[in-house]
Nanobody, 124 residues
Framework: QVQLVESGGGLVQAGGSLRLSCAAS????????MGWFRQAPGKEREFVVV????????YYRDSVKGRFTISRDNVKNTVYLQMNSLKPEDTAVYYC?????????????????WGQGTQVTVSS
């Protein structure tokens, strides 16, 4: 089992940057595929980017390609989301999630463990 805690959210102007962090508990972090999801008010939770268990594979939502970058540090048990060129439509609660049944998965139903979320607000 793994517990996830996100941090790094906040209020930023359009065009700005934020880096989200997700710290995971447990000694088997490297065996989990990780993902970032987001949920805007009145909308369903959607995937943003996912990373394979090995860290060698990633899959980005089209709308964030070229602007967001996922990375992981298996020594620190942390996954990051660097968000650049932020847009007002990126405003949402961002969630970190983990799964260990698939090498790479982007459907939220595949993820067993979730953090509490961190708010990202981008002003125009």
């Amino acid at each position: 089992q793994v517990q996830l805690v996100e941090s790094g959210g906040g209020l930023v102007q359009a065009g700005g940057s934020l880096r989200l962090s997700c710290a995971a508990s447990g000694r088997t972090f490297s065996s989990y595929g990780m993902g970032w999801f987001r949920q805007a008010p009145g909308k369903e939770r959607e995937f943003v980017v996912v990373m394979s268990r090995s860290g060698g594979g990633t899959y980005y939502r089209d709308s964030v390609k070229g602007r967001f970058t996922i990375s992981r540090d298996n020594v620190k048990n942390t996954v990051y989301l660097q968000m650049n060129s932020l847009k007002p439509e990126d405003t949402a609660v961002y969630y970190c999630a983990a799964q260990k049944n698939y090498e790479l998965a982007y459907g939220r139903d595949y993820y067993d463990y979730w953090g509490q979320g961190t708010q990202v607000t981008v002003s125009s």
